[in-house]
T-cell receptor, first 110, second 110 residues
Framework: DGGITQSPKYLFRKEGQNVTLSCEQN?????MYWYRQDPGQGLRLIYY???????QKGDIAEGYSVSREKKESFPLTVTSAQKNPTAFYLC?????????FGPGTRLTVL | EDQVTQSPEALRLQEGESSSLNCSYT??????LFWYRQDPGKGPEFLFT???AGEEKEKERLKATLTKKESFLHITAPKPEDSATYLC???????????FGKGTLLTVNP
């Protein structure tokens, strides 16, 4: 069954801690993306990767880091430098122009 | 800079009452306009991609249309299960980034 998985579904973090959100896809898509969704705002791009071992900053990359060591995986680390990390994080992948989304991870900073 | 504006912000319909959602956009060199459906706490579900003015696509009770300045998502005889937030996004120029609108929250009452 092809698709995009994100884990965990819910994540709680104390201030000052780094956390890593997982994103895996078995669609054989080359490109992967991370978005952040906040209430009342459109989705905003954090990072994207068009190919293994390469990634680019999006509009709001400060306080985040990524890696793309495998085609199937694109983990996102939310560092302690991110000032307002509480949000809904969405991973997506694409083969051409259409992006398909995972189920999301809700991160709450306590 | 690409921009997407969706209206109305919220729409409440009675079951069977047809209506339309609007997505106005400005983009440099449209490569695609995308409609997604998002249920609470879940990732966006892909509905349609439109590439050029005059194009139309249909799926069950939904029909998406595109002009040079806007797109409409027509909902014919909606049912309560059509209740969701509908997101519009554009891909322009040489970008890999989708620019999203803030969405329209549709509620269909039985």
């Amino acid at each position: 069954d092809g698709g995009i998985t994100q884990s965990p579904k819910y994540l709680f973090r104390k201030e000052g801690q780094n956390v890593t959100l997982s994103c895996e896809q078995n669609l054989n898509h080359d490109a992967m993306y991370w978005y952040r969704q906040d209430p009342g705002q459109g989705l905003r791009l954090i990072y994207y990767s068009q190919i293994v071992n390469d990634f680019q900053k999006g509009d709001i990359a400060e306080g985040y880091s990524v890696s793309r060591e495998k085609k199937e995986s694109f983990p996102l680390t939310v560092t302690s430098a991110q000032k307002n990390p509480t949000a809904f994080y969405l991973c997506a992948s694409s083969l051409s122009d259409t992006q398909y989304f995972g189920p999301g991870t809700r991160l709450t900073v306590l | 800079e690409d921009q997407v504006t969706q209206s109305p912000e919220a729409l409440r319909l009675q079951e069977g009452e047809s209506s339309s959602l609007n997505c106005s956009y400005t983009v440099s060199g449209l490569r695609g306009l995308f409609w997604y459906r998002q249920d609470p706490g879940k990732g966006p579900e892909f509905l349609f991609t439109l590439y050029s003015a005059g194009e139309e696509k249909e799926k069950e009770r939904l029909k998406a249309t595109l002009t040079k300045k806007e797109s409409f998502l027509h909902i014919t005889a909606p049912k309560p299960e059509d209740s969701a937030t509908y997101l519009c996004a554009v891909l322009g120029g040489s970008n890999y980034k989708l620019t999203f609108g803030k969405g329209t929250l549709l509620t269909v009452n039985p």
